[in-house]
């Protein structure tokens, strides 16, 4: 409405958005004809209709909303629509904006659609492995020992190559081949690290244990413990 601040939340201009792609529906108030006549009287035109190009203009305008009523029926529309409930958990709501890099990836929406819904083997190899070299170390911490490490990286490494080589167009392959030592060599750090957590958690459930008194020992062992 004319005269209110405007409205820095983001669910108004969300749905100011979709009003103005939508379009108002019909004015709720006709202009009166003697207001009308009152304004072509105060620009010092005659009170009776306007002849000529004045006339197919007033013709043309007729049963268009004004600025007002336009903004008008965008409030109204706002506020049902916030009543209802319509902008209450739109997605990213209270979140940062994401990959805000200066750099322009034409295939972002791909990429996104891949990390969004886990897709996996599908799309160009150079998202496929993109997403693939993201979650490589999860994927080498379930290896059971080191020769299926290495066949792992082998088999990474032979992709990423081999993807490089293509000739049938696509966007380029950005992922990096990784260093079969260096990665085995990671590979035992990370788990020799969750070797002696578990053993300090064994210690420390012991310490507790020899803490308790015989009959809370006997009831954490009935828990489970």
């Not at 005659?46 to 004004?66: H, L, R």
């Not at 009523?69 to 739109?90: H, K, P, S, T, W």
């Not at 080589?165 to 590979?187: A, I, Y």
């Not at 006997?218 to 489970?224: F, H, V």
Request: proline share 6%; net charge negative; charged share 35%.
């Amino acid at each position: 409405m004319a005269g209110k601040n405007e409205r820095s939340d983001f669910r108004v201009n969300v749905a100011r958005y979709l009003v103005d792609q939508i379009g108002p529906t019909e004015p709720t108030d006709a202009i009166d004809e003697d207001e009308a006549a009152a304004a072509r009287a105060a620009d010092g035109k005659p009170a009776g209709k306007a002849g000529g190009a004045g006339e197919a203009d007033e013709q043309e305008s007729a049963g268009q909303p004004t600025m007002e009523q336009r903004a008008q029926y965008v409030e109204i529309q706002i506020e049902q629509a916030m009543r209802r409930g319509d902008f209450d958990n739109l997605p990213g709501a209270g979140k940062p904006l994401t990959d805000l890099k200066p750099t322009y990836d034409p295939d972002w929406w791909i990429r996104k659609k891949i990390e969004r819904e886990q897709i996996t083997g599908l799309g160009p190899p150079a998202l496929t492995l993109r997403t693939e070299d993201a979650a490589l170390n999860e994927t080498l911490d379930g290896a059971p020992s080191e020769e299926a490490v290495r066949e792992a990286l082998a088999d990474f490494n032979k992709r990423i190559i081999e993807a490089r080589r293509q000739l049938l167009g696509g966007p380029p392959v950005v992922t990096q081949t990784r260093d079969v030592e260096d990665e085995v060599e990671r590979w035992n750090q990370r788990r020799a690290e969750r070797y002696r957590e578990r053993q300090l958690a064994r210690e420390q459930e012991a310490a507790d244990l020899a803490a308790m008194t015989r009959r809370e020992r006997r009831r954490a062992q009935r828990n489970g413990r």
